[in-house]
T-cell receptor, first 117, second 110 residues
């Protein structure tokens, strides 16, 4: 148990559906991250939020829409996804962002396994 | 951030030490070495990090060579639950994001 929870753990959706992934951290951290892990590929960073402000967007398609209402919660809104978007979506948090190794250490949630039909 | 090279897979007998190597020959002076692991279908777990001195915590030891071009993660008494993919990542002091490679798939066998 890392203090980062993600719901749902599994999600199956059609290409025309709209769904949301939720991440919550109970660590008092100020930075939160979304990563994508496709089969047989390394983790890819998607978004970074620092003190609720988006600081990085790694050229993610607009069908993925993040939202960070406060430092403890992070959402990923999904709409009109493609089958190739099927992957494990991981959320992480760290105490701070870009302030040095002791406070940048990222703690990951268990992930949401997404299948797009 | 400097590139890392790890063997794709390794085996280790249960109860023995697992020594996982990582090459980072282009590492610069302000870059740290981090290790994470990912048990199948779970989120990555932070293990340890270091700059130039050897480091030890309750999970593992990190040995960094004097020239800093390579390092070794040591799990002193591997158990079946240590079976996972281990990632060696090099990152500048205030680098922010982690860049994961393919890692080493460690199989601990009875």
């Amino acid at each position: 148990e890392t203090g980062v929870t993600q719901t749902p753990r599994h999600l199956v959706m059609g290409m025309t559906n709209k769904k949301s992934l939720k991440c919550e951290q109970h660590l008092g951290h100020n930075a939160m991250y979304w990563y994508k892990q496709s089969a047989k590929k390394p983790l890819e960073l998607m978004f970074v939020y620092n003190f609720k402000e988006q600081t990085e967007n790694n050229s993610v398609p607009s069908r993925f829409s993040p939202e960070c209402p406060n430092s403890s919660h992070l959402f990923l809104h999904l709409h009109t996804l493609q089958p190739e978007d099927s992957a494990l979506y991981l959320c992480a948090s760290s105490q701070h962002y870009k302030r040095g190794p002791l406070v940048d250490t990222q703690y990951f949630g268990p992930g949401t396994r997404l299948t797009v039909l | 951030d400097a590139k890392t090279t790890q063997p794709p897979s390794m085996d280790c007998a249960e109860g023995r030490a697992a020594n996982l190597p990582c090459n980072h020959s282009t590492i610069s002076g302000n870059e740290y070495v981090y290790w994470y692991r990912q048990i199948h279908s779970q989120g990555p777990q932070y293990i340890i990090h270091g700059l130039k001195n050897n480091e030890t915590n309750e999970m593992a030891s990190l040995i960094i060579t004097e020239d800093r071009k390579s390092s070794t993660l040591i799990l002193p008494h591997a158990t079946l639950r240590d079976t996972a993919v281990y990632y060696c990542i090099v990152r500048v002091r205030q680098g922010g994001k982690l860049i994961f490679g393919q890692g080493t798939e460690l199989s601990v066998k009875p």
